[in-house]
């Protein structure tokens, strides 16, 4: 039974699309993420929601849009695909500001 | 110059080396992470520290707050721990700021 899940694992789309990945945790955490992995592997923090709140938002284009319909549940949303945002996503969660459990990733190829 | 910088960048070992990862940040933080990236890609957390020392099996974490620094040790190193070691220094909402990683290789 896994604890993070997202999905889909992997994306394949054309520039101008628009797509969403979803994710979901069974762990009863109160706090979820979104954070993007490059293509040189390095990992940023994009979006954190606390009980369905959105608590972090960095400097992310506002094609890209986070929704937490409930605190198990915090889907990404992005719109008008672009070459850059070729990447992988990982889905997390946590306790408050506690140990975080990654989703498998979602690798996003922009074509 | 980033918050968060690791040390070595890449490291190769003979299995049973002593493996030493360090770890230096700038940024104010609620707690230091210790992460674990398998070649397959997976992310799981291995330590979250904000004082001294923990030890789990043969991994080792200890950090200096005063020196903003910490260190990540592996004894007895095998090849099934070949993979890349990400430090991260946590906020009080709990986002991370990354280091780049550590790639280690580990050979039979």
């Known amino acids: 039974d896994t604890a993070v899940s997202q999905t889909p694992k992997y994306l394949v789309t054309q520039m101008g699309n628009d797509k969403s990945i979803k994710c979901e945790q069974n762990?009863?955490?109160?706090?979820m993420y979104w954070y993007k992995q490059d293509s040189k592997k390095f990992l940023k923090i994009m979006f954190s929601y606390n009980n369905k709140e959105l608590i972090i938002n960095e400097t992310v284009p506002n094609r890209f849009s986070p929704k937490s319909p409930d605190k198990a549940h915090l889907n990404l949303h992005i719109n008008s695909l672009e070459l850059g945002d070729s990447a992988v996503y990982f889905c997390?969660?946590?306790w408050g500001p506690g140990i975080q459990y990654f989703g498998a990733g979602t690798r996003l190829s922009v074509l | 110059k980033n918050e968060v910088e690791q040390s070595p960048q890449n490291l190769t070992a003979q299995e049973g080396e002593f493996i030493t990862i360090n770890c230096s940040y700038s940024v104010g933080i609620s707690a230091l992470h210790w992460l674990q990236q398998h070649p397959g890609g997976g992310i799981v957390s291995l330590f979250m520290?904000?004082?001294g020392k923990k030890k789990h099996g043969r991994l080792i974490a200890t950090i200096n707050i005063q020196e903003k620094h910490s260190s990540l040790h592996i004894t007895a190193s095998h090849p099934r721990d070949s993979a890349v070691y990400i430090c991260?220094?946590?906020?009080?909402?709990?986002?991370?700021?990354f280091g780049k990683g550590t790639k280690l290789s580990v050979k039979p």
């Open positions: 997390a969660s946590s």
């Open positions: 991260a220094a946590g906020g009080s909402q709990g986002n991370l700021i």
């Open positions: 762990l009863g955490h109160d706090t």
């Open positions: 520290l904000s004082s």
